[in-house]
């Protein structure tokens, strides 16, 4: 049972756009503690993809977006595109580990 | 640009005590950012360890933390995993990452900017 709630699984069609909902409690999110994404393709070790809500490190598309709101935040992809086809998880700070907390991940299915 | 690469054994006895480290290439280990592990049970999702400053100041998973023992060593750009009376519970990908902790647009930030490419280690008899 992860700290952080995601659904399991999403789906689009190429060129679409989807979003991947991130829900918190008052210890991380609701306490205000900013939101970070990951992208983790296959076999391959996590990547950050967007770290403060909303912000992209160096060689990541602007297709992808982060967005946060009261305990929750949210991770949009617009343009899809097949390469986009992974597991997403949403992370924060959490103050009851001092430490950080993960979502369970959602599996992105390009259709 | 910054890697990381992790090393230990993949196969762990139960009871006994998993050992993993993880070697840094270009950065200076000792500027500012701090190191963690965290791991990925199969088919499962991502959990937090523990982290370390290169001054030895730890957070660990409160979970984890009374079998948990995370150690630097800023001679070699390596910090060490213990995770002690281990588990099946405990087979797992194990990766070691550079952790960012700081204030950034009026919140703080605790993410994860580099991972190691990750090693599977298997808790079995």
């Known amino acids: 049972q992860s700290v952080l709630t995601q659904p399991p699984s999403v789906s689009g069609a190429p060129g679409q756009r989807v979003t991947i909902p991130c829900t918190g409690t008052?210890?991380?999110?609701?306490?205000?503690?900013?939101v970070h994404w990951y992208q983790q393709l296959p076999g391959i070790a996590p990547k950050l993809l967007i770290f403060?809500?909303?912000n992209r490190p160096s060689g990541v598309p602007d297709r992808f977006s982060g967005s946060k709101s009261d305990t929750s935040a949210s991770l949009a992809i617009t343009g899809l595109q097949a390469e986009d086809e992974a597991d997403y998880y949403c992370q924060s700070f959490d103050t009851s580990l001092s430490g950080s907390v993960f979502g369970g991940g959602t599996k992105l299915t390009v259709l | 640009q910054v890697q990381l690469q992790e090393s230990g054994p993949g196969l762990v006895k139960p009871s006994e005590t998993l050992s993993l480290t993880c070697t840094v290439s270009?950065?200076?280990?000792?500027?500012?950012?701090?190191w963690g592990w965290i791991r990925q049970s199969p088919g499962k999702g991502l959990e937090w360890i523990g982290s370390i400053y290169h001054s030895g100041i730890t957070y660990y998973n409160p979970s984890l933390k009374s079998r948990v023992t995370i150690s630097v060593d800023t001679s070699k750009n390596q910090f060490s995993l213990n995770l002690s009376s281990v588990t099946a519970a405990d087979t797992a990908m194990y990766y070691c990452?550079?952790?960012?902790?700081?204030?950034?647009?009026?919140?703080?930030?605790?993410?994860?900017?580099?991972w190691g490419q990750g090693t599977l280690v298997t808790v079995s008899s």
């Open positions: 008052s210890s991380n999110i609701g306490a205000g503690y900013d």
């Open positions: 403060g809500n909303n």
């Open positions: 270009g950065y200076s280990f000792s500027s500012g950012y701090y």
């Open positions: 990452a550079r952790e960012d902790r700081r204030y950034g647009s009026g919140s703080f930030w605790v993410y994860f900017d580099s």
